[in-house]
């Protein structure tokens, strides 16, 4: 990949001025030469990375004059270039080669160059700020866990409307910046704020909001969902000096994130999935790049992304594998864990670290639910009435609350229940459950069924104690 940076320079007579200089505040900047970054990443500068929008407005590129820029990008450099502590910026529009290959080896790369970054200064709406400040102020003042008065909904419809928040890009370009995280807008006078900060304005009202309203808790989440999905992605970062990133996190990090091209969606898992320089550019097609990010994952030893919603490859020794897709995880929920460990052997794939379950039918009019799933249902929906099935609720609080997709129906088991994502064939039904990659009331599962000698699988959800079980082995063949 090709490493250059904005890099502050003394001003240039005119005579000397070139095209790869842009002059910003009455500061002078330069695009530098490609970096070394090869023998060590301590000959790279210190250097802050930008995290912005393009929205729909182009403009002229004084950097790149063949390609365009987006019309926010020099409003977004100047706000970055004020709050920066050092004289180093990156920023997409400038920094990224505009030659096909090359641009491709960077868009690849974006891991390794926000991981490497002293910070990460992400510029939002100046009317995104404010409301987060108004959060901010409330959560200082009142108790989250009993307000004491209604709380007003106003700030928390003006950030999930924010489209930074909501784009693939922010993912990865949080997620990786293991230094300073500052958040301001192009608005000279908006004071900044730091990412600490953001997440227990963000959080905290979430909390006062969800306890200040006459309907089952899930219901704040649903209906601020992109706001729900920052509060996690910025737990994620909090995190990130001290946990391992699982290939299921980022699936359900991206979930439903938008963006312009499918391989925006992959550069995206790419990066947060790996911090390492691409030397070998990917073909950009939503195969190619599926099969790209599930490769790396293998080579990390994580199998979590074979928990992914979309079907099964058809092709022979592959059928436990996704097709290569826009990888959706099973279920869009925030989970811990480092991963689900794997091994390719011979015949197949040895899956470590996993409980073995069987489907059994409940005795003695007991809930198939159990009381992890009873406490799903009371908590996101409603105490159910005596005699409705508790499977079906269990099932609708899933898809209605957590956006679960699955329509297979579901197995009790002495752990807990299981609902695949699509129905399955009669047969020997096995259902193989992470350790790995957990959700507080669950972990992603998969079920294998016999058939004769082949194998059909399908991943799914299950509710209930996951070490109930014991932890065992399991090949996938």
Request: with cysteine; glycine share 8%.
């Amino acid at each position: 990949m090709e490493m250059r940076l904005m890099v502050e320079i003394q001003p240039l007579s005119d005579s000397l001025s070139t095209n790869r200089t842009i002059i910003v505040d009455g500061r002078h900047w330069q695009l530098s030469e490609p970096l070394d970054i090869l023998s060590s990443s301590s000959s790279l500068p210190a250097y802050t990375c930008a995290s912005y929008v393009w929205g729909e407005g182009r403009a002229p590129n004084p950097i790149h004059p063949s390609v365009k820029m987006s019309d926010r990008t020099l409003e977004t450099f100047a706000a970055v270039a004020r709050h920066a502590r050092v004289s180093a910026i990156w920023i997409d529009a400038f920094c990224v080669p505009a030659e096909r290959i090359a641009k491709r080896l960077t868009l690849e790369s974006m891991g390794f160059i926000y991981a490497r970054a002293a910070s990460v200064i992400a510029v939002l709406a100046s009317e995104s700020l404010a409301a987060v400040r108004e959060m901010g102020e409330f959560v200082a003042t009142h108790s989250c866990r009993n307000p004491g008065e209604e709380v007003s909904k106003q700030p928390l419809e003006m950030l999930d409307a924010d489209m930074w928040i909501r784009s693939v890009w922010t993912y990865q370009e949080v997620v990786n910046g293991t230094g300073f995280l500052l958040f301001v807008s192009p608005a000279e006078a908006d004071q900044p704020i730091k990412g600490d900060v953001m997440l227990h304005s963000v959080g905290g009202y979430l909390t006062a909001y969800g306890n200040s309203v006459d309907k089952p808790h899930g219901w704040m989440d649903i209906a601020y969902r992109h706001v729900f999905d920052f509060e996690q992605l910025l737990a994620d970062w909090q995190m990130s000096l001290y946990t391992k990133r699982s290939a299921y996190l980022i699936m359900s990090g991206l979930n439903y994130r938008m963006y312009t091209t499918p391989a925006n969606y992959f550069y995206s898992m790419i990066g947060a999935l790996t911090d390492k320089p691409c030397n070998r550019a990917t073909d950009p097609t939503v195969e190619a790049l599926a099969e790209r990010f599930m490769e790396l994952c293998e080579e990390k030893g994580d199998y979590s992304f074979i928990f992914s919603s979309v079907p099964r490859d058809a092709r022979p020794r592959l059928r436990w594998r996704p097709v290569p897709a826009i990888l959706k995880s099973v279920l869009t929920w925030h989970s811990v864990g480092s991963g689900q460990p794997g091994a390719k052997v011979e015949g197949g794939v040895l899956l470590h670290n996993v409980s073995i379950f069987k489907p059994i039918l409940p005795e003695g009019g007991r809930s198939p639910v159990g009381k992890i799933g009873q406490k799903i249902i009371e908590g996101w929906m409603r105490h159910p009435s005596e005699g409705e099935d508790r499977a079906m609720l269990l099932h609708r609080a899933l898809t209605e609350a957590m956006r679960f997709t699955g329509t297979g129906g579901w197995f009790a088991t002495e752990g807990g229940i299981f609902y695949p994502q699509h129905a399955l064939p009669d047969g020997d039904i096995t259902i193989v459950v992470t350790h790995g990659v957990k959700w507080v009331f669950g972990a992603p599962g998969m079920a294998v069924v016999q058939l004769g000698g082949s194998f059909v699988y399908a991943p799914g959800v299950f509710v209930g104690e996951v070490g109930s079980n014991g932890v065992s082995e399991f090949l996938l063949r």
